[in-house]
């Protein structure tokens, strides 16, 4: 196995890169508030000439829609340039298979995502021509299992199931709650076939390196991008999909698991939690910091 370099510092590799492809929820703020320290970190190198950050997250949302929540959060507007979400990669989809009808799943602040997209909306599984998952209606109160019974009738009728947010979950203040990924693994386990266009997956990283490119204003040379995220099967198999060296933050949603004796990022334990789903980063760290 080889083991992450322990990277306590973002400025001793600035240099090495010109972009970074910087997560967002589990990296620069947990739902409830954003950090200082990565938020400052993301903003020097911002800063630097010919240096850009994009955000690129899993947030079913458009772009647009979620740039409000980042200034409610006092996320710097310095501290990125650019701004993908697997909202965006997913219209793309969902406009394919207009008008559908749709069966759709999850909270009300999401339908951002279906403006202007010309959907029908179905009552069920049983009058769709597809689904389309956010997440849960209720993420603080429900799990994907009260959604069994409806993904079984679907599964059966072997519809598609959109998924606009690969997370399975993350972490909002000190809890951990479902998101979209999770009901899509369940669906899986019944059978049924799913589609995603957020990270690991390449479509979100096309956006991103368009965005990427626009920034430049060159051809993006793909060994001088970084890409940081604390989920292992999102962040850093997406990373590892576009042959990207990746900054693993290794406490994020998997806690102290990375975080040694001593307090200090364990690399063999940042290390271990990657083989177990076949990842690997180039540098591990508790958190972003410059």
């Not at 559908?100 to 049983?126: F, H, M, S």
């Not at 519809?159 to 979209?180: E, F, K, M, S």
């Amino acid at each position: 196995m080889t083991l992450p370099h322990a990277l306590t510092h973002l400025s001793a590799v600035a240099d090495d890169y010109d972009v970074l492809l910087c997560d967002v929820w589990g990296v620069i703020h947990n739902g409830r508030e954003s950090w200082a320290g990565p938020c400052a970190a993301l903003s020097a190198f911002n800063a630097l000439p010919g240096k850009h950050v994009v955000l690129i997250s899993n947030s079913p949302r458009p772009a647009a829609d979620v740039v409000a929540q980042l200034d409610g959060l006092a996320v710097p507007r310095e501290s990125w340039h650019a701004f993908v979400t697997s909202g965006d990669a997913t219209r793309m989809e969902l406009a394919q298979r207009a008008p559908g009808p749709a069966w759709i799943v999850g909270p009300d602040r999401d339908w951002p995502l279906y403006d202007g997209l010309g959907l029908e909306t179905a009552n069920g599984p049983d009058d769709a021509a597809f689904l389309s998952v956010t997440g849960l209606r209720d993420d603080e109160s429900e799990t994907p299992e009260h959604y069994r019974h409806d993904l079984m009738s679907a599964a059966a009728r072997g519809l598609d199931l959109i998924c606009a947010n690969p997370d399975r979950v993350v972490q909002r203040g000190d809890r951990l709650i479902y998101c979209g990924g999770a009901l899509a693994d369940l669906y899986e386990s019944l059978g049924g076939r799913v589609v995603m266009a957020g990270k690991p997956f390449d479509p979100i990283y096309d956006l991103a390196m368009t965005e990427a490119q626009a920034l430049l204003g060159r051809p993006v040379d793909r060994s001088r991008v970084l890409c940081i995220g604390d989920g292992v099967i999102t962040d850093v198999l997406g990373a590892n999909s576009q042959s990207l060296d990746c900054l693993f933050i290794a406490q994020g949603i998997h806690g102290d698991k990375a975080r040694g004796d001593d307090g200090w990022l364990d690399p063999a334990l940042a290390g271990a939690l990657l083989q177990a789903e076949g990842c690997h980063a180039r540098y591990a760290a508790l958190e972003l910091a410059w």
